[in-house]
């Protein structure tokens, strides 16, 4: 490994792919690390000297394939879950004091497993950008104990569950932070924030899944510049 990394990117980069559209692992006689091998070596690199390393990590991507290595089990070949680097990235986290950038895609599943995670998570002092793409009621908690005050969130889609009713959507205190809101499958979430706050530094929003209130964003986002519709996107009709 290179003595600086400052943004490293770990799994599949496509992440317009679901759990179903991954692809059928092909056999290679060559051998070949997977996501989870990956990241253990570069949280093992990483901690052998953090003093010297951490201060310069600035953007970490963790994502489609990064908890993921090929199943031959039965009939089907396919992918199975592997969160066995989750303690190296929670202490990983704990040290990567000048991370700005962090993406995980598996977030939710993965703080399911090892809630040491998302408590680093929240201690991270200086996070800009946060994209948890899989969500559910860990990644909310994280999310409304954020140390940081990041100006772009991403979520993704909802997966753990039936969605609660009511407000849980843990932004209002990022309300002069947030600049860019990214909603991609799970834009029902939108819903509690458009009903109890102003957001008057948010330039950007982009929006897929059903939404309701869609008569309300002009109001909740003054200074809009930019609304970007996914093509999941839809709207309820509203009484």
Known sequence: MPRILSDV???DPDEEKSDEGRDVPVPNSKPRLEGPDRLEMFCTFMLADPKSRM????????????????SNTGFRDGWDADFSPADSLARLLHEATN??????????????????????????PNLKELSLYYIGNFCLKAISLLRSRPAIIENGLWKDGPRPQGDVTPFGQYIN?????????????????????????????????????????????????RLT???????KQET
Not at 55 to 70: E, N
Not at 200 to 212: E, K, M, Q, W
Not at 229 to 235: G, N
Request: proline share 5%.
């Open 55 to 70: 201060r310069h990590l600035r953007a970490l991507r963790l994502l489609d394939l990064a908890f993921a290595r090929p």
């Open 177 to 225: 932070s947030f600049q860019h809101i990214k909603l991609w499958e799970c834009g029902c979430m939108l819903e509690s924030v458009v009903d109890r706050f102003i957001w008057p530094n948010v330039h950007t929003l982009d929006i897929g899944g059903r939404i309701a209130k869609i008569s309300e964003l002009a109001h909740a986002f003054p200074n809009l510049r």
């Open 229 to 235: 519709f996914s093509l999941e996107f839809s709207v």
């Open 9 to 11: 990117t770990i799994g």
């Open 99 to 124: 991370l700005r950038v962090l993406h995980i895609r598996d977030a939710e599943p993965l703080f399911q497993s090892h809630p040491s995670v998302y408590e680093a998570l929240a201690e991270l």
